[in-house]
């Protein structure tokens, strides 16, 4: 027995992207996605909601490191772009997965640093990761997943990110590549990608480390089965739309450097522990007391310093 066919509309829902820098790439597959996605509906819409811009995305990004690296447009802050860049590298808020009190089921971080499996244990991906890529840097099977299919499927928030895929280029430059299985194409790629790369950045230097000598950030490419565009801010993607239509390149983008009282803001924020009234562990304190600025180290929560007071100078 065969399935009944019938004329299929015209699809025009998969975008390739290949850009030098990241900024470049995030602007133009926001906007490839809202001119050719297909219409879809999803589990987290409201009634009178839009159907959303959905796209197959594949995104080359040749040199994802250099600057500018940042867009002006994204829309979270510049300083919750720092906070998230620590949650993934870092694992800031690990300590905040919890579901039976109704905290989060995951964090990226987690997932590839601790991925726990029943009756096997926890197990570091990372550490596995540079591991093989130390004894062979050309192999296919360096890779970091976060599914759980034993429970995910039926989870309330599941992971987007599905896998990382790492291989050195030309014995000096290591690549990159995500799976994402759904991407916020809009509110949240951008923020994934930037602290995805510097996830990959991290890898190389340890990478370096590891083989007494220098491997370098090499080419990142970022895959989404659904790249969307949520109807219920379609409004605000308009808005958007109208911004970077009225600048040129330069004024759309910034530069590490621009930001950097913006990133301290974040980590201040971080330290004094501004977003929960669950503990930040010790061991993120002090790494962050030793990442801000000694002109930022005022604004510090006294509670925060005295639980690492014996591990720093006192102030001079």
């Not at 197990?123 to 099977?141: D, F, G, S, W």
Request: net charge negative.
């Amino acid at each position: 027995m065969t399935a009944e066919t019938h004329p299929s509309p015209e699809r025009r829902s998969v975008i390739e992207i290949r850009t030098r820098t990241l900024p470049e790439a995030w602007e133009r597959s926001v906007v490839a996605t809202w001119q050719d996605g297909d219409a879809f509906r999803t589990e987290y819409d409201k009634p009178g909601d839009p159907p959303s811009r959905d796209a197959v995305a594949r995104l080359v990004v040749e040199q994802p490191m250099a600057e500018p690296r940042i867009h002006r447009a994204i829309p979270c802050g510049l300083a919750d772009l720092e906070i998230y860049r620590q949650e993934v590298l870092f694992g800031v808020h690990d300590n905040w997965i919890c579901p039976e009190e109704g905290h989060w089921e995951y964090t990226y971080h987690e997932r590839l640093f601790a991925y726990k499996v029943p009756g096997v244990g926890v197990i570091n991906q990372m550490e596995k990761v540079i591991a093989k890529l130390a004894e062979a840097p050309h192999t296919r099977r360096a890779q970091a997943v976060t599914w759980q299919a034993w429970q995910d499927i039926g989870i309330s928030d599941p992971a987007c990110l599905q896998r990382l895929w790492f291989r050195v280029f030309d014995d000096r430059q290591l690549d990159m590549h995500s799976s994402m299985r759904s991407n916020d194409a809009f509110k949240a790629a951008f923020m994934n990608m930037y602290a995805f790369t510097d996830l990959q950045r991290w890898v190389a230097e340890r990478l370096s480390e590891r083989m007494g000598r220098p491997i370098a950030v090499g080419r990142y490419i970022h895959s989404a089965d659904s790249y969307h565009i949520y109807g219920s801010y379609f409004a605000e993607f308009e808005r958007f739309l109208k911004l970077i239509a009225s600048k040129s390149l330069e004024e759309r983008t910034l530069s590490t450097a621009d930001v950097r009282d913006h990133f301290d803001d974040g980590r201040v924020t971080l330290f004094n522990g501004a977003q929960s009234d669950i503990p930040l562990p010790e061991e993120h304190l002090l790494r962050l007391y030793r990442e801000i600025p000694a002109s930022r180290r005022g604004e510090l929560n006294p509670t925060q310093l005295e639980r690492i007071r014996g591990a720093i100078r006192p102030a001079t």
